[in-house]
């Protein structure tokens, strides 16, 4: 898929509203055919803004958006051949659902037995077909959405583009709707643009994710790449908890690159590339709460596992399938999700515990 050309590529795109800073930053980015990209970031990151500029209701200040080559700024949002789901409804309130999913193809001057056919098609896609006649106020918020979505897949539009499509549904919707909208996205092979502010959501449905961060891309990659291997402090903190110790860049060793805790001890991890950080240069290890054990207790475990850390425990919360705990470490609240099964009676504040860190944890900028 990386050598097929982008459907749409931001070229330098830059967006301001009020001539002081720059809302989206000389933004590039490549969308591919076929793929489930997801926006991320947090509020008033410009993901908003960029779905707005690539659906034609704002226009860049800088910049070209190339689809299939060809600069679309220009053309208005009619013309661009996508589909647009908003986390408000906007549907028609005084059109019944079929006529507010024909809409659409009437614009498009789709004739009227091809119509009624394509309305079908899309209520059928979304399970709703026994509700053509009702009209938006009567069906649930779920429902609505889902007549959204509808409405913007009716005429088959090439980008589907969502803003948080999922964000006035109650937990228990939401995680179906997510299921049903990748569903539609593998059954229609269509290319989806999402945004949402929701990880967990982003993690789950996407292909990519574009981590956003005062309008510019920190981070772009597979969620297994951005959640285990986070460029920088920001991603990392951002997508999943994480923990941080702060230490100092101490040099490659054995294929690892070493980071220095102030108490002396070493972590390693994976190499980076050849000069990204310099001897003495303060950084940090980031590592996941599920990826920290308890340490056996006795001599410190085989030369193949991580350092060994102890401090004393601050809270430890018990959910059942998971024992979170918080332990004071070099001054630092390092928080570790630990297996019941791994501790007989659970550690008590102000008692002394010993962690296992994992064998290689991630370097990140400070
Ligand atoms: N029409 C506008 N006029 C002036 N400022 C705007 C306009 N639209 C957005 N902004 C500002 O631009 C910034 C980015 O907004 P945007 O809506 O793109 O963020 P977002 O990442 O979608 O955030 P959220 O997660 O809250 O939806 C914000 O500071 C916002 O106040
Ligand atoms: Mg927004």
């Given at each position: 898929?990386?050598?097929?050309?982008?459907?749409?590529?931001?070229?330098?795109?830059?967006?301001?509203?009020?001539?002081?800073?720059?809302?989206?930053?000389?933004?590039?980015?490549?969308?591919?055919?076929?793929?489930?990209?997801?926006?991320?970031?947090?509020?008033?990151?410009?993901?908003?803004?960029?779905?707005?500029?690539?659906?034609?209701?704002?226009?860049?200040?800088?910049?070209?958006?190339?689809?299939?080559?060809?600069?679309?700024?220009?053309?208005?949002?009619?013309?661009?051949?996508?589909?647009?789901?908003?986390?408000?409804?906007?549907?028609?309130?005084?059109?019944?659902?079929?006529?507010?999913?024909?809409?659409?193809?009437?614009?498009?001057?789709?004739?009227?037995?091809?119509?009624r056919r394509r309305v079908a098609e899309a209520l059928d896609l979304v399970q709703l077909g026994a509700l053509g006649g009702r009209?938006?106020?009567?069906?649930?918020?779920?429902?609505?959405?889902?007549?959204?979505?509808?409405?913007?897949?009716?005429?088959?539009p090439r980008l589907v583009l969502m803003d948080e499509p999922l964000g006035a549904l109650d937990k228990a919707l939401r995680l179906?709707?997510?299921?049903?909208?990748?569903?539609?996205?593998?059954?229609l092979g269509l290319t989806f643009v999402y945004v949402t502010h929701d990880q967990d959501e982003a993690l789950t449905m996407s292909?990519?994710?574009?981590?956003?961060?005062?309008?510019?891309?920190?981070?772009?990659?597979?969620?297994?790449?951005?959640?285990?291997?986070?460029?920088?402090?920001?991603?990392?903190?951002?997508?999943?908890?994480?923990?941080?110790?702060?230490?100092?860049?101490?040099?490659?060793?054995?294929?690892?690159?070493?980071?220095?805790?102030?108490?002396?001890?070493?972590?390693?991890?994976?190499?980076?590339?050849?000069?990204?950080?310099?001897?003495?240069?303060?950084?940090?290890?980031?590592?996941?709460?599920?990826?920290?054990?308890?340490?056996?207790?006795?001599?410190?475990?085989?030369?193949?596992?991580?350092?060994?850390?102890?401090?004393?425990?601050?809270?430890?919360?018990?959910?059942?399938?998971?024992?979170?705990?918080?332990?004071?470490?070099?001054?630092?609240?390092?928080?570790?999700?630990?297996?019941?099964?791994?501790?007989?009676?659970?550690?008590?504040?102000?008692?002394?515990?010993?962690?296992?860190?994992?064998?290689?944890?991630?370097?990140?900028?400070?």
């Open positions: 898929m990386t050598d097929t050309p982008p459907i749409v590529a931001f070229d330098k795109v830059s967006k301001t509203y009020d001539e002081k800073s720059w809302i989206v930053d000389n933004l590039s980015l490549d969308i591919r055919a076929g793929e489930f990209l997801t926006l991320l970031g947090p509020s008033g990151s410009g993901k908003t803004t960029t779905l707005m500029m690539l659906a034609g209701f704002e226009t860049p200040d800088h910049g070209r958006i190339l689809m299939d080559g060809r600069d679309i700024v220009p053309l208005a949002p009619h013309k661009r051949d996508m589909g647009v789901v908003f986390q408000s409804y906007a549907l028609f309130p005084h059109m019944s659902v079929d006529e507010n999913i024909e809409f659409p193809l009437v614009a498009r001057g789709v004739a009227a037995g091809e119509r009209r938006p106020g009567q069906l649930s918020g779920g429902q609505q959405q889902r007549i959204a979505l509808a409405r913007a897949l009716v005429y088959r179906h709707m997510q299921t049903e909208i990748k569903q539609l996205h593998q059954q292909d990519r994710i574009a981590i956003f961060h005062q309008g510019k891309i920190a981070q772009l990659g597979g969620p297994e790449e951005l959640y285990n291997r986070p460029r920088d402090v920001f991603v990392a903190g951002f997508l999943g908890q994480t923990n941080l110790l702060t230490g100092r860049y101490d040099g490659v060793d054995d294929q690892c690159s070493v980071i220095r805790l102030a108490d002396g001890t070493a972590l390693r991890a994976q190499r980076p590339e050849e000069g990204a950080f310099t001897l003495g240069q303060t950084v940090n290890a980031a590592i996941r709460p599920e990826r920290i054990r308890l340490a056996p207790a006795g001599a410190a475990g085989p030369a193949a596992d991580g350092a060994v850390l102890a401090g004393p425990v601050t809270s430890c919360v018990f959910h059942g399938d998971h024992l979170t705990l918080h332990v004071d470490i070099l001054g630092r609240d390092v928080v570790a999700k630990i297996n019941p099964g791994e501790t007989g009676a659970l550690p008590v504040p102000g008692e002394i515990v010993r962690l296992l860190l994992p064998s290689r944890v991630t370097l990140a900028l400070a």
